[in-house]
């Protein structure tokens, strides 16, 4: 009932910058995080960064000062905008949202939900 649908990746050189997008849909009620996490191959998904709808922020220590993340609450969208790229940068990118559905009548659901992946590539 609530997907994530990312877009933005593609390949990009060493040094070179991409923004990624993520727009959630769906019976929402309210969006509490929102995430961008990747995964190399070979390695475990790791985050990249989450930020809240409050917009409290957290940033993995290897991402801080190259990537921003933000969000647009009325589009239910967060960015990544991720500059001074590097071949270790590559990866499948996932957005993820914690998702509150429902109502006061019938009741709140919370739900985890993970985009399908947008795969970043940075290479000469």
């Known amino acids: 009932q609530v997907q994530l649908v990312e877009s933005g990746g593609g390949l990009v050189q060493p040094g070179g910058s991409l923004r990624l997008s993520c727009a959630a849909s769906?019976?929402?009620?309210?969006?509490?995080?929102m995430g961008w996490y990747r995964q190399a191959p070979g390695k475990q998904r790791e985050l990249v960064a989450v930020?809240?709808?409050?917009?409290?922020?957290n940033y993995a220590d290897s991402m801080k000062g190259r990537f921003t993340i933000s969000r647009d609450n009325d589009k239910n969208t967060v960015y990544v905008e991720m500059n001074s790229l590097k071949p270790e940068d590559t990866a499948v990118y996932y957005c993820?949202?914690?998702?509150?559905?429902?109502?006061?009548?019938?009741?709140?659901?919370?739900?985890?939900?993970w985009g399908q992946g947008t795969l970043v590539t940075v290479n000469s």
């Open positions: 769906g019976s929402i009620f309210r969006i509490n995080a």
């Open positions: 930020i809240t709808s409050a917009g409290r922020i």
């Open positions: 993820n949202a914690a998702v509150v559905t429902g109502a006061i009548t019938s009741g709140y659901k919370y739900f985890e939900v």
